[in-house]
Every structure is written in C-alpha cells, then in structure tokens.
C-alpha cells in the first residue's frame, strides 16, 4: 500500500501570507495525486486533481505542483475562509485512494 | 448542482448491523462511480468501498472486506453500504462521494463531490 506522508502536520500563517504544504509518497503516483480542503464540522471539497489543476470554481491563489513522490500545494495569500485541514490522495495505485493524515493550516 | 444525502447513521452494538443510504440528485446517477470514505473523530480520512456506475463492480478496503457492502439502486439514485459485524473501529462519520468517471480503472480518479456525512457509532 502507497502511504502519503504530508507536512507540516501544523502550519502557523498570517492572512496575507503565503502557505506552503507537502505531500510525499512511498512510491510514485505519477500525477495522479489530488488535494482536499476540509473545514470544522464539513465535508471535504477537491481543490487539485492530477497533481497541478484546479477544480471547478476553485480561487487561482491554490496552486499544485510535482509528480512522482513529491508534491506541493500552495495557496498564496491566506485569506480567512482558508483556515483548515488539507488532505492529499493518491489514486495512482491499489488501493485506489490512500490519503495523507492532514496539514492544519491555523491563523498564527 | 450536485446534491449528495447521507442517512442511516446511529448507535449500534459491537457486532451488530446498520444500512447507510446515500440520496443523490443533479447528475445522471447511473453515469457515475460512486464510493464511501469513512473518518474517525478527530482522525483523517479513510477510503471504505467503491462500485461502478451500473454496480456491476464492487471494491472494499482490506479493513471492512466481507463484513460491508456497497450496492446502487440507478432506478432510485441511491447509493446503499450495508455493514454487518461492526466493531468500535468502525466509529466514524461516513461520507458518500461522487467520482467523475462510470468505469473504475488504474490509475483511478479523485472524489469530485462529497455529501456532508453520517455519523456511526460503535458501542455497548
């Protein structure tokens, strides 16, 4: 089983700032690697599929990036509705969908 | 606009049954993977089952093989995991998730839209 490794398990940003979480694999996943954002209380919403693209109605200040085992999401001025958790998922390998275990993004 | 209504959800004893159904409407159901994905308080998130959009393929995580299963009724769009032998593991908050895609296939496909869950609990 692929195990994704995110980090930061915790980051302390400013709004304004810039907020820049990993995602690692155990194996390659190619691109095939998306990125959630779950707030209190709710569902989680896809924000990246294939590793660097936004889903639909997703702000431009979300980016992805990388391939293989190592990936980047960055959102680049924190606004106050982006205080959450974010999840990576691999969907490269068996078992289809493994997730990361979480980066919560907390206003510093 | 996709719409995805979880229901089911309860107190259940270790070793007992629950049914969860999931209510879809504003896609064409039948078009559609669907899959569960499972999250323990305060824990992260967890793939449980997934089935094709006309049901005729089944996958479960190693963790609920042969105690779940996942059925669709395309008639109904409904979305139905029966789970049987539960055990206090199994506590957690299930979602229902739409996948973008009617076939299941390596490499696979992200879960485009969530419903907001239901909460099972496990316990004597």
């Known amino acids: 089983e692929i195990v994704m490794t995110q980090s930061p398990a915790t980051l302390s940003v400013s709004p304004g700032e810039r907020a820049t979480l990993s995602c690692r694999a155990s194996?390659?996943?190619?691109?095939?690697l998306a990125w959630y954002q779950q707030k209190p209380g709710q569902a989680p919403r896809l924000l990246i599929y294939?590793?660097?693209t936004r889903a639909t109605g997703i702000p431009a200040r979300f980016s992805g990036s990388g391939s293989g085992t190592e990936f980047t999401l960055t959102i680049s001025s924190l606004q106050s509705e982006d205080f959450a958790v974010y999840y990576c998922q691999q969907y490269n390998n068996w078992p289809l969908w493994t997730f990361g275990q979480g980066t919560k993004v907390e206003i510093k | 606009e996709v719409q995805l209504l979880e229901s089911g959800g309860g107190l259940v004893q270790p070793g007992g049954s629950l049914r969860l159904s999931c209510a879809a409407s504003g896609f064409t159901f039948s078009s559609y993977a669907m899959s569960w994905v499972r999250q323990a308080p305060g824990k992260g998130l967890e793939w449980v089952s997934a089935i094709s959009g006309s049901g005729g393929s089944t996958y479960y995580a190693d963790s609920v093989k042969g105690r779940f299963t996942i059925s669709r009724d395309n008639s109904k769009n409904t979305l139905y995991l029966q789970m049987n032998s539960l055990r206090a593991e199994d506590t957690a908050v299930y979602y229902c998730?739409?996948?973008?895609?009617?076939?299941?296939?390596?490499?696979?496909?992200?879960?485009?839209?969530w419903g907001q869950g239901t909460l099972v609990t496990v316990s004597s």
């Open positions: 194996q390659s996943v190619s691109s095939n």
């Open positions: 998730a739409m996948l973008s895609v009617v076939v299941i296939a390596i490499p696979g496909h992200p879960f485009d839209y």
């Open positions: 294939g590793a660097s």
